[in-house]
């Protein structure tokens, strides 16, 4: 198999700083993106901790098979991913205890996602309102599920699509690494089909393009590294009102 895998991350229109962080390697075949918050700008500590938690972990896990120490261990999916969510896992037990051990960081927390390739599949590890997209043959599908307050409400049927993208609550989050102790991780396992791209984004994008919009970039930037600087260039003649970063990989056998 051959694994491309482009990122880029940018402060936006609106920002002073960049509280997003990512890491990717494509001969590893991985990629982690998350979306720091909290007061005095330590939503970028707690973005950076996850990352790079999360990145050496799964790499002492893939090259040398030292375990994760968790809890996941469910049989209804591989090893790879039990040991990506254990890694979320304790990510989210690092930033949740330096938050109440050293007070300019408290109230910090992050979004989260890891995505590994591994064998056919891409194994999705998410935690908050960042998103994985998966494109295939012209249609676009949204691998995770925001948790949100106003995505709790669109799923009980309280509010429509319209009510929910005009909605004062969108940035209220219902699970975020460091919001509490213990957390649950959404686990997802894809088949792949050559050619598929993979788009993992901070609600930076997706608050500013339209999941058609996203779509209609594939076959005209046609690389990962175009459609990677295209999305970004789309967020910011927007408006850029949040930080914007995006990772696109291509899959091939």
């Known amino acids: 198999m051959k694994i491309e895998i482009v990122g880029h991350s940018n402060v936006g229109k609106k920002r002073s700083n960049?509280?997003?962080?990512?890491?990717?390697?494509?001969?590893?075949?991985?990629?982690?993106?998350a979306d720091g918050m909290g007061g005095h700008n330590h939503g970028e500590v707690a973005s950076k901790m996850a990352v790079e938690t999360i990145w050496?972990?799964?790499?002492?896990?893939?090259?040398?098979?030292?375990?994760?120490?968790?809890?996941?261990?469910?049989?209804?999916?591989?090893?790879?991913?039990n040991q990506l969510a254990n890694a979320v896992q304790l990510a989210n037990q690092v930033i949740f205890e330096?938050?109440?051990?050293?007070?300019q960081y408290a109230g910090?927390?992050?979004t989260l996602d890891a995505v590994l390739f591994h064998?056919?599949?891409?194994?999705?590890?998410?935690?908050?309102?960042?998103?994985?997209?998966l494109v295939?043959?012209?249609?676009?599908?949204?691998?995770?599920?925001?948790?949100?307050?106003?995505?709790d409400?669109?799923?009980?049927?309280?509010?429509n699509k319209e009510q929910a993208k005009n909605s004062n609550f969108k940035n209220i989050l219902t699970r975020s690494l460091g919001m509490s102790e213990t957390t649950e991780v959404d686990v997802v396992e894809v088949n792949l089909c050559s050619g598929d791209f993979l788009i993992g984004c901070t609600d930076g994008l997706n608050k500013m393009v339209s999941d058609d919009e996203i779509l209609k970039t594939i076959p005209l930037m046609k690389t990962p590294k175009m459609i990677v600087e295209r999305l970004v260039d789309i967020a910011n003649d927007a408006g850029g009102i949040d930080n914007v970063t995006v990772v696109v990989a291509q899959w091939s056998e």
Do not use: C, P, W
């Open 18 to 33: 960049n509280e997003d962080f990512f890491a990717l390697d494509a001969k590893v075949g991985f990629f982690v993106i």
């Open 56 to 81: 050496n972990s799964m790499e002492r896990f893939i090259l040398v098979n030292q375990r994760v120490m968790g809890k996941m261990d469910d049989i209804r999916v591989s090893e790879q991913a």
């Open 98 to 103: 330096s938050a109440n051990s050293q007070l």
């Open 108 to 110: 910090m927390g992050t």
């Open 119 to 133: 064998e056919n599949k891409a194994i999705v590890a998410h935690v908050g309102d960042s998103r994985v997209y």
């Open 136 to 151: 295939r043959n012209g249609s676009l599908t949204q691998i995770t599920q925001d948790h949100s307050l106003v995505e």
């Open 153 to 159: 409400q669109l799923r009980q049927g309280l509010i």
